[in-house]
């Protein structure tokens, strides 16, 4: 299985205003501090502004996603989601007036954004500091030598102003842009890295699996018997499913056929519909195991009557980070806002949405840091809003257990992060613990079972669950999540894990060992990686058959599936732990539990649920 760890950096984020007072704080590893920086330099200063609403919006997706609503399933057009959420007069009159007179900085040198969420300042250093009350220094990179500008020690706002923006650019951010002098254009750069999960076994014969029980090999027709899941779909092009690869991560046709020639004979010559982000080419080189594993599972299960597309997103541009530029892509008020309309994006809510989008890859930790929580704060909303659309978002909920990744990081009592599984606090990962994303954990068949059993928690790897610390725990999942803590969850000591944040895996779905073929070769791989793409493919069922009645796709699942209404429509999973940070993780118990979430689907009882519904 293959993850993305997308690294968050000055030139896609900014600071939470509230958080970062001027203090001694470290500098991101490889970082040093190299001068300060000039006055008279050039600083374009961005504010982003606190959105209309955003408190509102759990409510505003629980009156078209609760059950019980009677405006269930009633969507919401994108104008309708960009005039709710604009900032308001008040708040972008608060920011220029403290802007202009306070600060000194001329009328026409303060730009409001098209989608009027951002406030733009041309100001130079000496301004800014002045504004800010920071320090602006130049830092150097030991690894290329490159340098950026920011205020490592933090900065102020007046409190009258700070409750009208989320954060401001760039300041505690490294990675962003390059100090210019005036009237001269700025550049920037950033990194990402990827990591693998779950073991992959190379397969000599795969005629001989044919022999073997779904306990060691597990193929299409596993699935099928595991979830009952015996679906074809009727209605066409109006429905739509779809799985994001990003980076490097490509497909070879052939070993799609080759998939496709041993388990789908019907899906022979058929390849997803290519929806390309930022000119990402599945074609290119790169790795072939992560999209071979999400577009085999995804199309092998729903056949050919059901179309799936693409989302392909690569950089073109240093600066771009591709969880910005999949959310811009679809929204095209997101690629105004602060830290991502200075990445260079072009590709901006001109691409079509589906109702299902499938990620298998994680984008940063959740933990509570200034660089951090203003970002993944902004996407979470992002999604969110996105949701009021009717699509729904689900992802792996990770590798790594209860640490983050699978290079096992936790968070030491000093607030810094360690790879290695050391002793220290639970980490999740996001975007799985986003409230507005279902987040799908992993299961197997235990040795010598069948798919008339249920499955247990996966051994060959932890995984991932948690509890958020960016995001309080919903309403929607509060009662399942408290019998859990309150009569089956380890002793752990209070440091160890946010008890009050929202709480995942919702879901799981068998992460190995899945039968793929990749590079003209047959393997056992998983994964929740692949847990996400199977789990897509049973919602994108659901929708086909709602939509075949005339009903709107489903959007946000979470509430339905949390609600009385879907009690029966899981496979419990009872059995197994996800080990990290030196502890046993979570135990599996009776209903909700941060292992395999509410259990595994049991379609009929599933998509019954569903269809019951307006």
Sequence with gaps: MAFFQLFLSVLVAAAAVTGVPPSRRAMPSGW????????????????????????NLEAFLLDIADPRSPKYGKHWSPAQVAQTFRPSEETVDTVRSWAMNDGGIPVHNIKLSGNGDVLALNVTVAQAERLLGAEYHVYSHSADGSETVGCHEGYTLPEHVAKHVDFVWPTIHFDGPSLSRRDTPLSGNSRFGRVTG?????????????????????????????????????????????????????YRPADLDMFFQMYRPDQLGHIPTLISVEGGNPNSSGDLGESSLDIELVMGLLGPQQNLSLYEVSQTRSTQVSTDELLAALDASYCEASGVSNQGITDCGNKPSTNVISISYHFNPDIVDPAISPVVQRQCTEMGKLSLTGITFIASSGDGGV????????????????????????????????????????????????????????????????????????????????????????????SIFNRSGRAYPDVAANGWPLIIAENGNFVRSGGTSASAPIFAAVIAAVNDARIAQGKSPVGFINPALYSASFADAFNDVMIGTNPG???????AAPGWDPVGGLGTPNFPKLLAAFLALP
């Excluded at 009727?234 to 499913?241: C, L």
């Excluded at 940070?581 to 135990?587: A, D, I, K, L, R």
């Design 403 to 494: 640490a983050y990744s699978q290079s096992h990081e936790c968070l030491l009592s000093n607030g810094t992060l360690r790879a290695g599984n050391p002793v220290g606090s639970f980490v999740g990962q996001l975007p799985a613990s986003c409230p507005f994303v279902t987040a799908v954990g992993a299961t197997s068949v235990a040795p010598g079972n069948s798919v008339n059993d249920t499955e247990v928690a996966t051994t060959d790897f932890p995984s991932g669950a948690g509890f958020s610390n960016n995001f309080p725990r919903p309403a929607w999942q509060d009662a399942q999540v408290t019998n859990y803590l309150e009569n089956f969850a380890p002793d752990y000591d209070a």
């Design 581 to 587: 940070c030196q502890t046993e993780g979570f135990v």
């Design 198 to 250: 779950a073991p992959k076994i190379p397969v000599e014969d795969v005629t001989a699996l044919a022999a073997e029980g779904c306990d060691t090999a597990v193929t299409l027709d596993c699935l099928r018997g595991l979830y009952n899941f015996d679906f074809t779909p009727v209605s066409g092009d109006q429905n739509s499913v779809a799985v994001a690869e990003f980076g490097a991560n490509v």
């Design 32 to 55: 040093s501090l190299h001068r300060r920086a000039e006055p008279d330099t050039l600083l374009p200063l961005k504010f982003s502004l606190a959105q209309s609403n955003v408190h």
